[in-house]
DNA sequence: AACGTCACG
DNA sequence: ACGTACGTGACGTTG
């Protein structure tokens, strides 16, 4: 027996959408309805596995039966903007997995279903027809049934209805059900029905009378009177509901069985498709072996000799001066453990493979650049860990990616080949899965030359491709003045590290440790039994439940117990202030205590990374372990700084930016006030005190200045009434007002911001001092939060990023002076507005003026940049 | 893997 | 009416 799967398309699609939390990719289109669709349709399918699939639309035209009576249609809810636009990729995706698409002018989707249904049950097949919406009941035959997906906590589940089961649960039969939705009518659908009759006296009329016809002579039998007397009133509305609510199974569609056959849905065209939609879960679906194979791209062969490659070199060249063009080669590398070197050449198809057992990789590489070859590579800071490389000699693939686009999550050679060169490649994950390199190289030897062969030649197309992107953008002298030569300025501070005394660490940690048994045993004393302070969740049960405390906030899990919450309950009761206390303890304990100490290495110093690709603002990230966030705001965590100390000989010397972001904001905005504050280097924060606060300069109160400060903050961040509110533990009208004043006081400030937004919302990105750019397709959002937050980074990255673009110029500059000069002390530390400089003792003050002057003129604005320097034997000095 | 929490700028 | 400040990373718990 065969079996036909249809499915209403646009209903399971919103269905999807309102069952789905909002899922985007990283251009910006909305997914959670098709992803949502794809779920409920993967999982019917794989259940039923029919002969037969397909998928039936609406035109956007008025359908036929509702353009019979023209006062009923198009008045259907508008679509919002976020479902509408995945409408056409929705229709793509099924296209490109094969799966029919059924349309008829002037039909509805429901039309198609209930014709093409019967023609399947007049054939002999079972069918079953994919609905979210319960009009579908009345098609439900002992062949034909009605399967309603519910996206529920646990998963999807489905109601299937045969025919049975309708008049089980409605009471009617699926004919009757076209007649009850007569009287009761369907808001939804523009079903007007009989006013004053709903569902229950709906249901009665109809199991009494079996359609609105019968009911109709006997309607003075009907109970209650005005539903009685209403159908008589309203006859012809009745009658015409009747047409509106049933289902046209006769439409003149097509009934061609062969093009809806169930194929093999696991195309390379839908591969495509998911990899663009980052439908990861989805994609893990595919036969790996069968993945599409990118036919432009060769595998690359084992280099024989190293004459051989000279040769090639050679002819390339030949070929790619002769077309007068820069010649370009792309490698790849494996930044922990080389296992060769691939090279990819223009002239070759093949890219080379040199197993780093037979060839000296480094003489290779030296060749391409002896040549002049501008060599692409995926990620040349890693890179340099065993190949050396001259920065005027290579392209970074992944950093003119993460310029074009700082949104997404990584930038490896097929994620570039999709977004810049059209093609889909298997990710590194995808080929190599939890086996390593290594056992692949040498147990699938194909496989391996596959992936470095694609590496390789991404890395030499992207070059050309991102270089010319990045000119469109305006973006090329930012990637070549700043980026590129950033990336070396971290790699040599990677390489240095920062010394670490483990003795004392561990001794810091040891003195945590006693204190928080201490604490332990007096939480548990107050709370009256042991339970893990760690759990948010137990010590929620435990303050809000067993000791009855006044709780503030919950999350969505349960109550809140953060930081923000127990500090407005500390007179609540003295188990507060431990927990407090043992939340500060705890964190210093297992992130700086024990968790820095697992990173020292046999030199005595902590080797962190710091990322380039990572932040959409043009940051720079820190990791392994994170030494940006090393504690300094509460003296306790402060104390760590003083591990942290230089080698022998040597000191620190501390340079961090005074206000960077507002400088950059009074230079951006070109606000007059407040360029001449910071010109006349006044107290910034006192100043926009007295202002907002209508009090003397010399009156403003601690208070006040601590406002304001919240209110220049605020500013940066991108201004909301409601934050400002939350900081500063004050109502919203009164951050409101506050907010109010600050803009009269510096109006050009304003116009600025709202200048931020509006431009960011007509070209899609916002655009720091040096050109970096944010896309924002969050402020294309009609969800007002979303909206909102898009508001909120259209006015900060630019300030932010503006900064951080200026801290890279100083790094890159700091750095050249160093060198040029053959000074010993050396870069090792950024901290968004500060630099730490490992010195020896001898050329302190020569380090002190390049820091000062490097940092102060890394960018000309309108408003002095102000450093302050200090030096000390550890970095709790230093600061 | 997701969440809550908290460290930094 | 909606319900947030901007940008990160690490840890411990929990499902």
């Given at each position: 027996m065969s079996k036909a799967v249809l499915i209403d398309g646009l209903s399971i699609l919103n269905r999807a959408f309102y069952g789905v939390p909002d899922l985007t990719n990283s251009e910006g289109l909305h997914t959670n309805g098709i992803y949502g669709f794809l779920n409920i349709m993967l999982k019917i399918l794989d259940e039923e596995q029919p002969n037969y699939v397909a998928v039936a639309f609406d035109v956007s035209a008025p359908t036929f039966r509702h353009k019979m009576f023209e006062e009923y249609k198009g008045t259907r809810k508008a679509m919002p903007e976020e479902l509408r636009q995945q409408v056409p990729v929705m229709k793509e995706v099924l296209e490109a997995m094969d799966i029919k698409i059924l349309e008829k002018e002037g039909y509805e989707a429901d039309d198609i279903l209930g014709t093409l249904g019967r023609r399947f049950e007049e054939i002999g097949a079972e069918v079953s027809i994919i609905s979210g919406d319960r009009d579908l009941l009345q098609l439900a035959t002992d062949k034909i049934k009605i399967r309603i997906p519910k996206t529920k906590m646990t998963g999807t589940e489905i109601e299937d209805y045969y025919s049975k089961d309708v008049e089980e649960k409605y009471q009617v039969t699926p004919s009757e059900f076209i007649d009850l939705k007569a009287l009761m009518g369907d808001a939804s659908d523009n079903i007007p029905g009989v006013p004053g009759i709903g569902e229950k006296t709906a249901t009665k009329i109809i199991v009494a009378y079996k359609n609105i016809e019968t009911a109709h002579e006997h309607a003075s039998e009907i109970k209650p009177k005005k539903a009685s007397q209403n159908l008589v009133d309203y006859w012809e509305q009745a009658k015409m509901s009747k047409v509106l609510a049933t289902i046209d199974t006769q439409c003149p569609v097509e009934f061609d069985p062969g093009a809806m056959v169930f194929k093999d849905m696991y195309t390379s065209k839908a591969y495509l498709l998911f990899k663009r939609l980052e439908f990861k879960n989805i994609i893990a679906r595919f036969d790996k072996d069968a993945l599409p194979k990118e036919e432009r791209l060769s595998p690359a062969v084992l280099l024989k000799s190293v004459e051989e490659f000279e040769q090639a070199v050679k002819e390339d060249l030949e070929g790619q001066k002769s077309r007068g063009e820069q010649a370009v080669a792309g490698i790849y590398y494996h930044p922990q453990k080389p296992e060769g070197l691939c090279v990819s050449l223009a002239s070759r198809p093949e890219p080379y493979f040199a197993p780093a057992e037979q060839f000296d990789c480094q003489k290779l590489a030296d060749i391409l650049k002896n040549e002049g070859y501008l060599v692409g590579v995926m990620d040349v800071k890693e890179t340099l860990s065993w190949l050396k490389l001259d920065k005027d000699g290579v392209f970074d693939t992944s950093i003119g990616a993460y310029l074009l686009n700082p949104l997404k999550d990584s930038y490896g050679y097929d994620d570039v080949a999709r977004d810049y060169l059209g093609m889909t490649l298997p990710s590194e994950k995808d080929i190599f899965g939890k086996t390593s390199h290594e056992t692949v190289f040498l147990e699938q030897q194909e496989r391996f030359m596959e992936f470095v062969g694609w590496s390789g030649a991404v890395a030499r197309r992207g070059v050309s491709v991102l270089t010319q992107a990045l000119e469109n953008a305006k973006m090329d002298k930012l990637y070549s003045e700043i980026e590129l030569p950033l990336a070396f300025v971290l790699r040599s501070m990677e390489d240095y590290g920062i010394r670490v005394e483990k003795e004392e660490l561990k001794a810091y940690g040891d003195a945590l440790v006693s204190r928080i048994h201490e604490l332990e045993e007096n939480i548990y004393d107050l709370a009256g039994e042991r339970f893990n302070i760690n759990s948010p969740k137990q010590l929620g049960v435990i303050l809000f439940e067993k000791m009855r405390l006044p709780y503030g906030k919950k999350t969505k899990t349960g109550y809140s117990t953060s930081a923000e919450v127990l500090e407005k309950l500390r007179s609540e009761d003295p188990i507060v202030n431990f927990i407090l206390e043992y939340r500060q303890l705890t964190k210093l304990k297992s992130t700086y205590a024990d968790g820095l100490e697992g990173y020292i290495r046999e030199d005595c110093r902590i080797h962190g990374k710091f990322h380039q690709t990572i932040t959409a603002t043009g940051r720079i990230s820190s990791t392994e372990p994170n030494l940006q966030n090393i504690p300094i705001r509460m003296e306790l965590g402060r104390?760590?700084?003083?591990?942290f100390v230089p080698e022998d000989g040597y000191v620190f010397v501390d340079a961090d930016y005074s206000q960077i972001e507002l400088r950059v904001l009074a230079h951006m905005s070109g606000d007059e006030q407040l360029i001449q504050a910071y010109k006349e280097d006044q107290d910034i924060h006192k100043i926009t005190a007295s202002q907002v606060f209508h009090t003397p300069l010399d009156q403003v109160t601690p208070l006040q200045r601590r406002n304001a400060k919240a209110v220049n903050f605020g500013i940066v961040y991108g201004i909301s009434s409601f934050g400002l509110s939350q900081d500063l533990s004050i109502t919203r009208k009164e951050a409101g007002e506050y907010i109010e004043k600050y803009f009269q006081t510096y109006p050009q400030v304003k116009e600025f911001l709202d200048r931020m937004v509006s431009d960011a919302k007509e070209k899609g990105y916002s655009e720091t001092m040096f050109g970096r750019r944010r896309p924002m397709p969050e402020l294309k959002s009609s969800n007002f939060m979303q909206r909102s937050f898009g508001e909120r980074i259209a006015m900060n990255s630019p300030i932010q990023g503006s900064a951080a673009d200026i801290i890279k110029i100083a790094m890159i500059r700091v750095k050249e002076r160093l060198e040029v000069l053959h000074l010993k002390s050396r870069l090792i530390l950024q901290v968004h507005d500060e630099l730490l400089i490992e010195a020896k003792a001898e050329e302190i003050e020569n380090v002190t003026k390049i820091l000062r002057e490097e940092m102060e003129n890394a960018a000309r604005l309108s408003v002095p940049l102000e450093v302050d320097i200090h030096t000390g034997k550890n970095w709790y000095e230093a600061k």
């Open positions: 104390l760590i700084r003083k591990v």
